[in-house]
């Protein structure tokens, strides 16, 4: 009978057992089956809102085109107000404008088209025609010129409304781009490895650490997504996880900059990427014009999760609180479309059209952008009404200069763009306008690469110090303007 009994129990037991760990599986493959339909619908979803601007951005740009002149509309509304207004109580009005009609409309037709030339009703050539049949010809003259500046007023204000169509359009354009290249990018990931997700899973299960899902995005340099939790109450930090998967893949793998440093008892994903072949070290020195509390310029110095460092010089017009709030406000802008993913080009179009489009006021600030890859080494410089940047290669300086409008200026933005190979120890110098103002006349850059060459410091904070305390007692420690100078060192690990 016991052994009945035992029997039972061992069967209830291993029954439940089990159905426990067969509901554990159908949980992980539920999991990934649910992940696997939510990813193709979930693309389809963003692919379907890009083709939605992108034909918002079609539509705008099929709109009516920038007119040059007055229509035929324009001008016989012009007429019939004259007529209406002043000719009507003429006693001339049914000679003019019942039996010579079309004499009457062809010579007043010619003297706006003369205006139109011209630029004044009276510089008419049938003028003289005019005041012979005309009993008030200066009253005529004043109506038509006052009508003529009106509609040329309107025309002027409907372009500038076409205008901002198409820059409408192109911003349209560009979000409908970065959100095809979103979906490509979200939706590319797949499942890690079997043989590679067991071992890091048990790996980690030693550090108290349960992994729930490992997905690697498959990119020119992979990222993994780890989601997991700790046991028994402890916590561990994601160097720990990092080095257990770097041990794995046979690369070094750490958290991205921005993801979380420990992994505690609720369930968490964490950004895994490899590790760079660079580093970068920035410093900065800067002093504002004499008189001003604040700086007309502003700066960033931003690292992105693709293993890009961004520095970034914006020189607002003028000096003070109203050049700080332009700059700061690019820079601002700057920041966010950068790390929202979108490129350096396409966010410096999407900023030129936001200060083209304030009616408010006139908005103009120069934008240096250098975006360093630290993987490569190659450096990309962008440069919009910039100062000149530098780039010490060993005993030898390289300039990058530019002769673009700053932004807010034009509606289509000019910018230089250039790429450059950096090797270890080299440094890339930045400054605003203020800096080679402030330098000898005719010597400008000349100077300022031969005190780049001289300095032996490494330290980029003391480097762009040094430099500065050198233009500073050049000028007897007096700044005409506002002086920034931002000094990037690149290192290999």
């Known amino acids: 009978m016991g052994i009945w009994i035992a029997a039972l129990l061992i069967f209830f037991v291993g029954s439940s057992v089990w159905c426990y760990h067969r509901g554990k599986v159908q949980e992980e493959i539920d999991q990934e089956q649910t992940a696997a339909t939510l990813a193709g619908p979930g693309r389809e979803l963003i692919l379907k809102y890009s083709d939605s601007f992108l034909q918002l951005a079609q539509t705008f740009q099929e709109m009516p085109a920038k007119k040059e002149r007055l229509s035929e509309e324009e001008v016989q509304e012009i007429f019939r107000e004259v007529e209406n207004h002043l000719c009507r109580g003429c006693e001339n009005w049914g000679e003019c404008w019942k039996k010579e009609y079309y004499q009457t409309y062809r010579m007043m037709y010619e003297m706006l088209s003369a205006a139109e030339d011209e630029g004044e009703v009276e510089g008419a050539q049938k003028m003289q025609e005019f005041q012979r049949r005309c009993l008030y010809v200066d009253e005529m003259l004043e109506e038509m010129t006052q009508l003529f500046y009106r509609a040329k007023l309107n025309l002027m204000w409907s372009n500038r409304m076409l205008e901002n169509r198409s820059i409408i359009a192109s911003q349209l354009y560009e979000t409908s781009q970065l959100m095809n290249g979103l979906a490509s990018k979200i939706y590319n990931v797949e499942e890690a490895d079997e043989w590679q997700r067991q071992q890091i899973k048990l790996k980690l299960k030693i550090k108290n ?285």
Not at 327 to 337: G, N
Not at 420 to 430: A, I, P
Request: charged letters at 25%; proline letters at 2%; one cysteine or more.
């Open 209 to 493: 650490v349960q992994v729930r899902e490992i997905l690697v995005q498959s990119q020119e340099h992979k990222k993994f997504y780890v989601t997991m939790r700790t046991v028994r109450g402890s916590c561990v930090s994601t160097r720990e996880v990092a080095a257990v998967m770097t041990e794995v893949y046979h690369r070094e793998i750490i958290p991205a900059p921005d993801s979380k440093r420990i992994v505690n008892r609720e369930y968490t994903t964490v950004l895994f990427v490899e590790d760079t072949v660079y580093y970068m070290l920035n410093g900065v020195a800067r002093v504002t014009r004499d008189g001003e509390i604040i700086s007309g310029d502003n700066f960033t110095f931003l690292t992105k999760d693709n293993g890009q460092m961004i520095m970034s010089l914006c020189d607002g017009m003028g000096s003070g609180v109203g050049a700080s709030k332009e700059s700061s406000t690019v820079i601002e802008l700057l920041e966010q479309f950068l790390d929202a993913g979108f490129g350096m080009e396409t966010a410096v179009r999407m900023i030129n059209s936001v200060m083209v489009l304030r009616e408010d006021e006139a908005t103009f600030s120069t934008i240096d952008l250098c975006a360093v890859d630290l993987y490569t080494g190659v450096c990309e410089l962008l440069k919009i009404g910039a100062s000149t940047t530098f780039i010490r290669h060993g005993g030898q300086i390289e300039a990058i200069r530019s002769t673009s409008l700053p932004v807010g200026v034009m509606r289509n933005v000019d910018y230089e763009h250039t790429q450059k190979k950096l090797r270890s120890g080299d440094f890339v110098v930045m400054v605003s306008d203020g800096v080679l103002d402030a330098m000898p006349s005719g010597r400008a850059e000349e100077t300022m690469e031969e005190w780049i060459l001289q300095s032996q410091t490494m330290n980029p904070k003391e480097f762009a110090k040094e430099l500065l305390d050198e233009i500073l007692q050049q000028r007897g420690q007096r700044a005409e303007d506002d002086m920034t100078i931002l000094v990037g060192s690149i290192w290999k690990k």
